[in-house]
């Protein structure tokens, strides 16, 4: 190989990499942003971060496309916590940290993988003229996302949002004396107008059930995946 040849090699390979980094950082706003929406309830902007084709996963159940993420997103959280209008609402309280991010990008960059873990503040002030049945006025909830990203038309969206409640605990009460307020999905839509289009094969219990997420990357030392 000339000297010539090697140069564009290196500047191939350098572009590559600095590619790679621009999307780990795009794809961290994108989860982040995720998290803002999340926090004022503005499902419209969360629905629209999802591919054509994309899914969630929540309390065992998949929503499959934009229909299904819309289900879970307006039709069951919107409904249930603002009434079905926008936020952010007088007295709300939903706020998502999202945090201790591992993004992995694959080689021919049009798909990516990422852990994220969340922490959740939630509840209603004692003003509040609404108050959603069964949801505590002061509570705490932990959770873990394994994701799939796919660029699409140039843009990453989300392919597959798969998020785990880890715990939750009322403020009054600690997790130490707390049920999940949150259980699996046990009916499909449209028996249940709010449910998932299939369950998963194996139902994920809640707290004070443990539920691991098999992490996507290999160990940064060792480099084996853990099972």
């Known amino acids: 190989m000339s000297e010539l040849e090697e140069m564009k090699s290196a500047l191939a390979a350098l572009q590559h990499r600095v590619g790679a980094l621009e999307d780990v950082n795009a794809i961290r706003k994108l989860h982040y942003a995720y998290g803002y929406y999340m926090d004022f309830c503005q499902y419209d902007e969360v629905v629209q971060l999802f591919a054509k084709d994309g899914e969630a996963v929540f309390l065992s159940g998949v929503y499959k496309g934009?229909?299904?993420?819309?289900?879970?997103?307006?039709?069951?959280?919107?409904?249930?916590?603002?009434?079905?209008?926008?936020?952010?609402?007088?007295?709300?309280?939903?706020?998502?940290?999202?945090?201790?991010?591992?993004?992995?990008?694959?080689?021919?960059?049009?798909?990516?993988?990422?852990?994220?873990?969340?922490?959740?503040?939630?509840?209603?002030?004692?003003?509040r003229d609404y108050h959603p049945e069964g949801l505590p006025d002061q509570f705490y909830e932990a959770g873990l996302y394994e994701n799939d990203y796919v660029r699409e038309d140039g843009v990453w969206k989300i392919k597959r949002l798969d998020y785990v409640v880890q715990w939750q605990a009322e403020y009054e009460k600690?997790?130490?004396?707390?049920?999940?307020?949150?259980?699996?999905?046990?009916?499909?839509?449209?028996?249940?107008?709010?449910?998932?289009?299939?369950?998963?094969?194996?139902?994920?219990?809640?707290?004070?059930?443990?539920?691991?997420?098999p992490l996507h990357f290999a160990h940064p030392v060792v480099g084996a995946k853990m099972k």
């Open 174 to 213: 600690g997790w130490a004396h707390t049920i999940a307020h949150l259980q699996p999905a046990e009916k499909t839509y449209p028996q249940n107008p709010i449910g998932p289009d299939e369950l998963l094969p194996e139902q994920r219990q809640t707290w004070p059930y443990r539920q691991d997420m």
């Open 66 to 127: 934009h229909e299904g993420v819309a289900r879970l997103y307006k039709t069951w959280f919107q409904n249930y916590f603002t009434k079905g209008e926008p936020g952010p609402k007088y007295g709300f309280l939903l706020d998502h940290f999202q945090m201790q991010d591992i993004v992995t990008v694959a080689d021919d960059r049009k798909t990516a993988k990422a852990r994220f873990r969340a922490l959740l503040l939630g509840g209603n002030h004692e003003s």
